[in-house]
Structure formats: structure tokens, C-alpha cells
């Protein structure tokens, strides 16, 4: 686990191995050798000293982290309010997807029942679908400070940034769009504004 979008990271390390090493001239080299769950991380201690000594050791690391959680209960497939989302210092040392900011949550669908308290992660919330199959969508493509636009059906359901297909109302070509919100489709290969 890298502490990389973390937000004020804290590690407890923990050496399970008693294995006490002997004595050593030089400065003992420490090699990862498994580091992929912080619940049971293997380390390599080795001396170069003649003669010298490898020893393995196993260390376990407690991981927190101010991360959002849900401040009130949240029913499944319900968007999540400023009023359902908090932030406080958690252990997760054992998930691997946790929201850091509350503004990457409010707005997202729950895709189960959220309880008050449970840590918010990427992989239970997704985002809400804006444009629903059978949806009259406006086609709007921008280049160069020209913009052109007409109107559309939606051939596929889709959140804002997904890619749908949409039928041209007025020549009934279907084209591949992106979602840019509600009732609105842009070339694929328009800049996405957030």
C-alpha cells in the first residue's frame, strides 16, 4: 500500500519476529521482500560483515488516515448528500480504495446500504447515470470557439463522462458521444470539463 492520496498518513510498525540479531561492524542492509499487505510485510536484515548474517523478519503496519465516512445512514443507490459525509482518522490498513475528500463522494450513488461510520471507499459508491436510455439529448461539439448543436436520442444509459450512443435526430446516424450531463452529449474526443 502506497501512502500516495492520503490524506495525513500515519504508520505504527510492528517487528513480529523476536529473532534478536547479533552484532554487526558495518550498517545492516534491510531489503523488502513482500510489502503488498501491510497486515504481515517480510523484511530482509542482512550483514556483510565475515562472517555475516541474514535474518528475516515480519513486521505488521497499522495504517491511518483522515478519510470520508458516512455521517448518517445512506440507502443503497441513493446520492450522498454534504449532510451523510464526513471526514475522521481511521485505520486502513486493510482497504485499499478509501475517499480522502468528501467532495469526491457527495454526489455519488451508494451502491449498497451505508451504516454512520462506515469508512467510504471508490469501489461502494458510483457515479449517478444523468442520461437514461430513450433520453431527446442535445449533441454539442466546440472547437476553436465554434459551436454547433442538435438535437439527439440516447441509445444507451450513461453517468457524466461515460461514452453512449446516440442517434442523430435530424440524419439518424448513430454516433459514439460522452456524457457531459443531463440531457447533454459532446464528441469523445472533446476536452472533459469537470
Known sequence: MTASGLTEPQFDLAVV??????PCTQAVAIEPLDTRSPARMRFLARCNDTPGWRYEYVVR???TAMVAIAAAPVA??????????????RDISNIADPIT???????QMSRR???PGDILRSGQ???PVVVKR???VTMTARRDGIEVSTAGE???AGARGAVVRVRNANSGQVLRMRVAGPGAVEPVDSPVNR
Open 17 to 22: 519476529t523476536t529473532r534478536a540479531a547479533p
Open 61 to 63: 503496519a497499522r495504517v
Open 76 to 89: 443503497a443507490n441513493e446520492a450522498l448528500t454534504d449532510a451523510q459525509v464526513t471526514i475522521e482518522r
Open 101 to 107: 475528500t468528501p467532495e469526491d463522494a457527495v454526489g
Open 113 to 115: 446500504m451505508l451504516r
Open 125 to 127: 459508491l458510483s457515479s
Open 134 to 136: 430513450g433520453d431527446a
Open 154 to 156: 440516447a441509445l444507451d
